[in-house]
C-alpha cells in the first residue's frame, strides 16, 4: 500500500510501505520503469596538476578506507587490497592482500571488507579472518550496528544480520538491490540504486521500514555525527541528507560535475564530495542549514573514491583509472 510523504526543500517523495510493489508504473519511488544504477561520469583526463602529493597505485581504486589509530590506508582495486602507512602528506606501501572487495568499512582498528561471498576482516598488518559465514549471494557493503554486522547482499535483495559470524536473519521487503547499508549509531538504512531509494531498517523486527527516493542517481552514502544519512545523487546533481525516525529528506544542495564518491569528517563536520565530471573533490561544511562549500581541489583522473583522516583532517582521492593515489592537506 502506497503512503505518499513530503519532503522538505520542495520535494515530493513518496514513502512506500513494506507490502508494496517494487516495479511498474504505480511504484513512485521509481524515476522510470526500466531501471538503470546511476555510476560515476567518465572524466576527462585531468588537465590542472592535482593537489597535494600523488602517490603511484598498482590497479584501478573501487574503494577506500581510513584507520586513524594505525594512520593505515586500505584502498581495493579490481585485483586485491593494498594497504599504506600514511606519514604527513607521503603514503608508504606496507602490504598487498589478494582479496578483491567491493567495499571497505573502517571497523575498531581493522576493515571489513566484501569478499565473493563473505564478509573478510582486515587487519591493519594485512592478516584475514571471516568476519561472517558464507552467503548464497554476494555481499557488497557492511558495516557494524548494535553489536551486530549488517550485511548488503545485492542479488538477494536483502540485508544480512550478523552475530558472532553467523547469520541471524536475512531482512528482505521492497528492495531491487541491496547496494549500501549503513548505522547512525540509533538507526539503520539501505541505499537501492535501481530503486533509486534510501530505505530504513527496523533490525530487531527484521523490516524493512519506510522509503524515500534519493533524487534521480543516488551511487554512494555516508552518515554523520547528527545522525543523518548523506548521499550523492550522481545523475540529479545533489548532496541529499536524510534524517531517520522519521525518515526524511533534510536537504538537497545543488552539487554540479556529477557527484560520486563521499568521506565524512567528524572532527570537522566536512563531507568530502568527488566530481568525477571534472576531477574535483569538494569539502562541505554539513553543520549548518544547508551544506557550504569550504574547499575545492583539483585531483587525479577520475576521482571515483575517496577517504579522510578525521586526525589531521587530509583527505585521499584514488584514481579508478590507475591514475594514482593523492593525499591533500587543508
Known amino acids: 500500500m502506497l503512503r505518499r510523504k513530503v519532503a522538505v526543500l520542495l520535494m515530493v517523495c513518496a514513502a512506500v510501505g513494506s507490502g508494496c510493489s517494487s516495479n511498474g508504473p504505480s511504484d513512485e519511488l521509481m524515476v522510470t520503469d526500466n531501471p538503470v544504477a546511476a555510476t560515476a561520469a567518465t572524466s576527462p583526463p585531468a588537465a590542472t596538476k592535482p593537489a597535494g602529493t ?10 577506500a578506507a ?31 592482500v589478494q582479496l578483491q572487495s567491493e567495499s571497505l568499512t573502517a571497523d575498531q582498528g581493522a576493515f571489513l571488507a566484501t569478499g565473493k561471498n563473505q564478509v573478510i576482516r582486515l587487519t591493519t598488518d594485512g592478516s584475514t579472518s571471516p568476519a561472517t559465514e558464507e552467503f548464497r549471494g554476494k555481499p557488497v557493503s557492511a558495516t557494524t550496528f548494535e553489536g551486530r554486522t549488517l550485511v548488503a547482499v545485492k542479488d538477494e535483495r536483502a540485508v544480512a544480520v550478523v552475530k558472532d559470524d553467523r547469520i541471524q536473519n536475512m ?18 538504512v539501505v541505499l537501492d540504486r535501481l530503486r533509486n531509494a534510501v530505505f530504513q531498517l527496523d533490525v530487531q523486527a527484521g523490516d524493512i521500514k519506510q522509503g524515500l527516493r534519493a533524487g534521480l542517481g543516488a551511487t554512494n552514502a555516508v552518515t554523520d555525527r547528527y545522525g543523518r544519512v548523506l548521499v550523492t545523487d550522481t545523475r540529479g546533481g545533489a548532496l541529499l541528507a536524510f534524517s531517520l525516525d522519521p525518515l526524511l529528506l533534510r536537504q538537497s544542495y545543488p552539487v554540479a560535475g556529477a557527484p560520486y564518491a563521499i568521506a565524512y569528517d567528524r572532527e570537522r563536520d566536512i563531507a568530502w564530495v568527488t566530481l568525477t565530471k571534472t576531477n574535483e573533490v569538494v569539502g562541505y561544511d554539513v553543520a549548518g542549514e544547508q551544506p557550504k562549500e569550504k574547499y575545492r581541489f583539483p585531483t587525479v583522473s577520475q576521482p571515483n573514491t575517496v577517504a579522510v583522516d578525521p586526525t589531521s583532517g587530509r583527505v585521499i582521492v584514488a584514481s579508478g583509472t590507475g591514475d594514482g593515489i593523492q593525499v591533500i592537506s587543508i
Do not use: C, E, H, W
Open 54 to 63: 600523488v602517490s603511484a597505485l598498482n590497479g584501478t581504486a573501487t574503494a
Open 66 to 96: 581510513f584507520d586513524p589509530d594505525s594512520n593505515t590506508l586500505a584502498v581495493a582495486t579490481t585485483t586485491d587490497i593494498q594497504l599504506y602507512r600514511l606519514s604527513g602528506d607521503t603514503l608508504s606501501p606496507t602490504k598487498t
Open 171 to 188: 531482512i528482505t521487503g521492497d528492495l531491487m538491490s541491496a547496494d549500501q547499508v549503513l548505522s547512525t549509531g540509533k538507526g539503520a
